[in-house]
């Protein structure tokens, strides 16, 4: 996210596109979400099935306080992570 203003509200949201060839069940594996939160970080984001062609959108708020961020350069990193699982649909003909 870049240089972050400490008590500023910053918001980076990316589009997640399913270019096929097959539908994907997408979501959010485990997260440590008791270390997200400690640090000021939200995550949203829905399991959502998506069909080729369609959408949706992970959305990752972070509002750090000086109570938290006392220093004047602080280092954070996390780790989000995605899992798809593809929907395959068969027709078997006699």
Known sequence: MGYI???VKTCYSTM???YGPWNAEVTIKKLEKKQLENSGILVQFEKTTLTIGKTTCL??????TAIKYCERSTREQHTIYLEVNLILYFTIFK
Do not use: F, L, Y
């Open 5 to 7: 203003a400490i008590d």
């Open 16 to 18: 997640i596109v399913n």
């Open 59 to 64: 959305t990752i708020i972070w509002q750090p």
